[in-house]
């Protein structure tokens, strides 16, 4: 039905009980202008109906596309999640395997230790160690390999225990443990495969303690004594440097 036919149905209604006893109340100009305040009255009324009526429509498109939207990026969330997750777990293994091909070479071309131990039990615990690294318990790998570290002190594996230290406590949170565990690396050892990346750790270590000074130096020093490995190109981004 359109407005005008509406309005017109609403006038016939009620024009009666508006104009009792017609006849001598209202001539037909009267009458006339009163169908007209009516009709308009009326058409208004329509007018306000279908705006509120186009008004919660366009909430509720607005609040679907909202819905549709926070779907879209749960689920962008969720991928970027699982590739993190990967990502970091590919480098924790990454690593652990490559520590123990290096550990491989060293036992081969280490002397024997002064003080006999079991080698059995030596690989069993510095394995322990790493397990719990890889894992993600790094409070708990950091003490394995403290104790490794006190209870095999000519181990050939020693370098690496110490490194490893400094990763768990450094992901543990714990960083003034960590920047001493990659120093001791870096100045007991400082031929061993893992230097470069235990001054990178330090480095670490003492910006996160705050100590922005002594990470520059040690990012320095990163770059002087091991120009060519892969922390120090990481350094050279660290410092601004090309």
């Given at each position: 039905?359109?407005?005008?036919?509406?309005?017109a149905s609403l006038v016939a209604l009620?024009?009666?009980?508006?104009?009792?006893?017609?006849?001598?109340?209202?001539?037909?100009?009267?009458?006339?202008?009163?169908?007209?305040?009516?009709?308009?009255?009326?058409?208004?009324?329509?007018?306000?109906?279908?705006?509120?009526?186009?008004?919660?429509?366009?909430?509720s498109n607005q609040l679907e596309t909202?819905?549709?939207?926070?779907?879209?990026?749960?689920?962008?969330?969720?991928?970027?999640?699982?590739?993190?997750?990967?990502?970091?777990?590919?480098?924790?293994?990454?690593?652990?395997?490559?520590?123990?091909?290096?550990?491989?070479?060293?036992?081969?071309?280490?002397?024997?230790?002064?003080?006999?131990?079991?080698?059995?039990?030596?690989?069993?615990?510095?394995?322990?160690?790493?397990?719990?690294?890889?894992?993600?318990?790094?409070?708990?790998?950091?003490?394995?390999?403290?104790?490794?570290?006190?209870?095999?002190?000519?181990?050939?594996?020693?370098?690496?225990?110490?490194?490893?230290?400094?990763?768990?406590?450094?992901?543990?949170?714990?960083?003034?443990?960590?920047?001493?565990?990659?120093?001791?690396?870096?100045?007991?050892?400082?031929?061993?495969?893992?230097?470069?990346d235990a001054l990178l750790g330090l480095?670490?270590?003492?910006?996160?303690?705050?100590?922005?000074?002594?990470?520059?130096?040690?990012?320095?020093?990163?770059?002087?004594?091991?120009?060519?490995?892969?922390?120090?190109?990481?350094?050279?981004?660290?410092?601004?440097?090309?």
């Amino acid at each position: 039905m359109s407005r005008a036919l509406a309005a017109a149905s609403l006038v016939a209604l009620l024009l009666p009980a508006a104009m009792p006893a017609a006849a001598g109340v209202f001539d037909d100009t009267e009458a006339r202008k009163e169908i007209v305040r009516i009709r308009d009255a009326y058409g208004q009324r329509l007018d306000r109906l279908e705006a509120g009526s186009q008004a919660q429509l366009e909430l509720s498109n607005q609040l679907e596309t909202m819905k549709s939207e926070i779907a879209k990026l749960r689920g962008q969330v969720e991928v970027l999640t699982y590739k993190l997750d990967s990502i970091e777990k590919r480098q924790k293994d990454f690593y652990v395997d490559l520590d123990n091909r290096l550990r491989q070479i060293e036992t081969r071309s280490q002397p024997a230790a002064s003080k006999p131990v079991d080698p059995a039990a030596e690989a069993r615990d510095y394995q322990a160690a790493l397990d719990l690294l890889k894992a993600g318990k790094y409070a708990e790998a950091g003490d394995g390999f403290e104790k490794f570290t006190q209870s095999y002190p000519a181990s050939s594996f020693l370098p690496s225990a110490n490194f490893w230290a400094g990763s768990a406590w450094y992901q543990a949170r714990e960083v003034a443990k960590a920047g001493d565990y990659y120093r001791k690396v870096e100045s007991k050892w400082p031929d061993d495969p893992r230097a470069p990346d235990a001054l990178l750790g330090l480095a670490n270590s003492q910006q996160a303690m705050g100590d922005a000074k002594g990470a520059r130096s040690s990012l320095e020093a990163l770059l002087s004594r091991y120009p060519d490995s892969s922390a120090a190109q990481m350094a050279k981004q660290r410092l601004g440097k090309k």
